[in-house]
Nanobody, 123 residues
């Protein structure tokens, strides 16, 4: 069973920064998604298993950076210049059985999900 645990959420003022962590029970391609109240789950960023390729949604490009540690079991999402519209529950997701080179941007491409961590940005 794959386990994912997110941490690092919290309350921050607009313009501030937070770093989210996603600790996995193994090595997987990982994506971050977020869901604001009353809205759909949307893609934020993804990294491939090898850690050499990342992809960000247009809405966070230039502000958010995704990375993974050398052991490849913890993935980070560094969020800078936060805006009130970034307020959401953030989820990390893992895809198993991957060859290591690809990243994925659709929720249905992932097999396991964490419990989510709340990020609130005040204006």
């Amino acid at each position: 069973q794959v386990r994912l645990v997110e941490s690092g959420g919290g309350l921050v003022q607009a313009g501030g920064s937070l770093t989210l962590s996603c600790s996995a029970s193994g090595r997987y391609a990982v994506g971050w998604f977020r869901q604001a109240p009353g809205k759909d789950l949307v893609f934020v960023a993804a990294v491939n298993l090898n850690g050499g390729a990342t992809f960000n949604a247009d809405s966070v490009q230039g502000r958010f950076t995704m990375s993974r540690d050398s052991a490849k079991v913890t993935v980070y999402l560094r969020m800078n210049s936060l805006k009130p519209e970034d307020t959401a529950v953030y989820f990390c997701a893992a895809r198993v059985g991957d060859d290591g080179s690809a990243y994925y941007i659709r929720p249905d491409e992932y097999d396991y999900w964490g419990q989510g961590t709340q990020v609130t940005v005040s204006s």
